[in-house]
């Protein structure tokens, strides 16, 4: 994200309703924060601002801070999603959840980092993403082929189901692949949620600028990867119309849909997994975490009536006609999905290595 003017970002953080701060990627110094990020921190703004990061970081974090910042440096990723725990001068830890962006200004290149309490970024990013934003979320195999992705693929001109089987890499334009490699590489090494602004498929022989995050579902190598793709997502009520509240809105969105991902292995293995809508999906994800419909309705800003519809249809897709019913059937898809990795423990185990994407 370019800017022009570096005291103006600085002065924006304070109207953010997010804690929030501004590093400096070379030096991994403070440039600015704003009262809530340093309420996090246990220190003051003025006594963080040009202090060194690193020494708020845990230390068994450290390393991995180092890497994650040089590749926001060398332009690997622009941004990524991750857990990290400070210390704050008392001596209490703390684990938040860390969204990113790079920032490319006249000065150099800072870090946009928007920090939540706590190991889970979703029930934040709720409360300040409304709005409905076209979005693509999809689940590969350990081939990087797509496994499953909802219906409304509109960003990438296709329907999800007509893009099984179809290749990750194929979604990106020739020119971008070498660097799309380099960032899903990057994820499948180091656990992080990473973000790269690339080019991707928008219709036959169609091509555009798109947001993409690449998450590592499971421990083998190489792995299979969850993916969000996105345009720059509405403006909402309770954030400002700056580069820095463009830039928080969006983080927020990919959290929320990066946390939706986790359903999409076990409708992989169901007959119509491919045929759910986003936001059917992320129903169908808050109902596997054990949300109530009415708090997914509260969650979502949708009325209960709009989730029973969403219910009914899914239960008409699946056969079903129960949530409990729902529940069983995704209960048994995660058992053949848990079986399909054991099977390939034992694969490694016996010398047979993962075909390579």
Not at 75 to 97: E, F, M, N, W
Not at 196 to 211: F, I, K, P, S, V
Not at 221 to 248: E, T, W
Request: aromatic share 4%.
């Amino acid at each position: 994200m370019p800017v022009e003017d570096p005291d103006e970002l600085i002065r924006s953080l304070e109207g953010l309703p997010v804690a929030a701060m501004l590093t400096e990627l070379s030096s991994h110094t403070f440039i600015a924060v704003n009262d809530r990020a340093a309420a996090l921190f246990g220190s003051p703004a003025r006594d963080l601002v040009g202090s060194d990061l690193l020494t708020h970081i845990h230390p068994s974090d450290r390393d991995a801070v180092r890497a994650a910042y040089a590749a926001m440096v060398a332009k690997v990723i622009d941004g990524y999603q991750v857990r990290r725990r400070i210390v704050t001068p008392a001596g209490t830890q703390l684990t938040l959840s860390v969204w990113g962006r790079r920032v490319e200004n006249p000065d150099g290149l800072y870090g946009l980092w928007v920090l939540v309490p706590g190991p889970e970024p979703a029930a934040d990013a709720d409360s300040f993403m409304m709005g409905e934003s076209e979005i693509v979320l999809a689940v590969t195999d350990h081939d990087w082929l797509i496994e499953c992705m909802n219906a409304d693929a509109g960003l990438l001109g296709a329907r999800g189901s007509e893009l099984r089987g179809f290749p990750l890499l194929g979604l990106v334009h020739p020119s971008a692949a070498v660097e799309f490699l380099a960032a899903a590489a990057r994820t499948a090494a180091d656990h992080l949620a990473v973000t790269l602004l690339t080019r991707m498929r928008a219709g036959r022989d169609e091509w555009t600028e798109r947001y993409c995050l690449m998450v590592r579902m499971c421990e083998h190598q190489p792995p299979r990867l969850g993916v969000v793709i996105s345009a720059a997502p509405p403006a909402a009520s309770d954030l400002p119309r700056s580069p820095i509240g463009d830039q928080v809105r969006h983080a927020a969105l990919e959290a929320r849909a990066a946390h939706t991902l986790d359903a999409l292995p076990a409708l992989a293995r169901l007959p119509h997994g491919s045929e759910l809508s986003a936001r059917q999906i992320e129903i169908v994800s808050r109902l596997v975490a054990g949300q109530p419909s009415g708090e997914i309705a509260r969650s979502m800003f949708l009325s209960p009536s709009t989730v029973r519809n969403h219910l009914a249809a899914i239960y008409r897709k699946f056969g079903v006609h129960s949530q409990a019913e729902l529940l069983a059937a995704l209960l048994r898809a995660v058992a053949q999905h848990d079986e399909q990795d054991r099977q390939l423990d034992l694969a490694d185990d016996d010398g047979c290595a993962v075909p390579n994407p």
